[in-house]
Nanobody, 119 residues
């Protein structure tokens, strides 16, 4: 059974930091790109960051220099270190794993963790 379980969300003041974790199980973690995707209140999904097995990373422009994605394949966990948080970072953050193989896409999602940036 595939599971992605996020943790680490909460309420933080502007300028503060949080570290999100996503523990994965039920699939071959190292074969998957892992992403963080967020959804702000009343808005659609926004891709935030991604990392592949080799450690190559990508970020959306609004979080570059503030967020750092990492993964531990031995622990099958992906992390998102968020610093200098802004109110506009408030959202539900979802962990997503994706693999494309022979024309088929395998895509798994977690249940999300709430991040609220407010004074």
């Amino acid at each position: 059974q595939v599971q992605l379980v996020e943790s680490g969300g909460g309420l933080v003041q502007p300028g503060g930091s949080l570290r999100l974790s996503c523990a994965a199980s039920g699939f071959t973690f190292s074969n998957y790109w892992m992403y963080w995707v967020r959804q702000a209140p009343g808005k659609g999904l926004e891709w935030v960051s991604g990392i592949n097995n080799a450690g190559a990373t990508r970020y959306t422009d609004s979080v570059k220099g503030r967020f750092t994605i990492s993964r531990d394949n031995a622990k099958t966990t992906v992390y998102l270190q968020m610093s200098s948080l802004k109110p506009e970072d408030t959202a539900v953050y979802y962990c997503n794993g994706e693999r494309r193989l022979f024309g088929k896409t395998y895509n798994y999602w977690g249940q999300g963790t709430q991040v609220t940036v407010s004074s």
